[in-house]
């Protein structure tokens, strides 16, 4: 498995640490700051694996295993979006990330441990390269994209994709 996830493993980490950083942040700014990041991080993370990996999900468990996947990303997605809205530190805000937490933690280790190991062992050599050299691509040409500014009417890709799009 080594190699071919990295991009996503190393994702998982970072994610990790911004949300563990929004908790104790103790400026407003920077909370702010943070939780941009952490939105902006989410929505590249879940477009990889929604473009790459839950096409070999359908195709090496099933296609009802990839909509639970891409399920469990609308939830996150969503309640990053119900964070971004409500007051930093709030009550409803502090219940939204708990959850937020909770299902990042069960993503990532339901993912490292045994959704990726087993993609790992259904693909072959060629297939995990592939996908490798397919994630490095999609995230640099998405972050490249994101920092342009756009055109008038439009917004950045990574805003365009918002979700689902």
């Avoid at 190393?10 to 942040?25: I, K, N, V």
């Avoid at 756009?150 to 979700?163: D, I, S, T, V």
């Amino acid at each position: 498995m080594v190699g071919s996830f990295d991009i996503l493993v190393e994702q998982h980490r970072a994610l990790e640490a911004l949300l563990e950083g929004l908790d104790t942040e103790p400026d407003d700014d920077d909370l702010r700051s943070r939780q941009e990041d952490l939105a902006r991080l989410l929505r590249l993370h879940s477009r990889l694996e929604e473009r790459h990996i839950y096409p070999l999900v359908a195709r090496v468990e099933g296609r009802g295993r990839a909509r639970e996947e891409a399920e469990d990303h609308l939830t996150l997605r969503e309640l990053m979006e119900e964070l971004q809205e409500l007051t930093p530190r709030g009550e409803d805000w502090q219940a939204r990330l708990f959850t937020l937490q909770d299902l990042l933690v069960a993503h990532v280790q339901a993912s490292e441990h045994l959704l990726l190991p087993r993609l790992a062992t259904a693909l072959d050599s060629e297939e995990l390269e592939t996908l490798e050299h397919d994630l490095a691509l999609t995230c640099e040409e998405l972050l490249e994209r994101s920092q342009r500014t756009p055109a008038p009417g439009q917004g950045a890709l990574l805003e365009a994709l918002h979700w689902d799009a």
